[in-house]
């Protein structure tokens, strides 16, 4: 095995390791109660989700616990973003 083979292996694990550090630092995934059925793949398909909401937020440059502290006091902020308001920029309007 060449010394490139071994750093893209290496590579592909810690690309894997921080994915499952962010959503366990910040939804604390580790210590979850749910444990039956199909509910602890969908809480982690719900973490993940977003997360990557937040990755491409416009707010670039931002630590994701950073923007979570303040989209937890607004709301209204990540509805408008992903476009599921009536006064949400570029919102599907119905005439009268």
């Known amino acids: ?32 109660q749910i444990r039956t059925g199909h509910g602890p793949a969908n809480v982690t398909r719900l973490c993940r989700f977003a997360i990557g909401v937040l990755k491409h937020f416009p707010k670039p440059g931002q630590y994701i616990p950073e923007m979570m502290r303040q989209l937890a006091r607004r709301p209204r902020q990540v509805l408008d973003y992903l476009r599921l308001t009536a006064h949400s920029a570029g919102a599907a309007t119905t005439g009268p």
């Open 1 to 32: 095995m060449t010394p490139q083979q071994v750093l893209a292996i290496n590579r592909g694990h810690w690309s894997i390791a921080s994915l499952h550090y962010i959503s366990d630092w910040n939804y604390n995934e580790d210590r979850g």
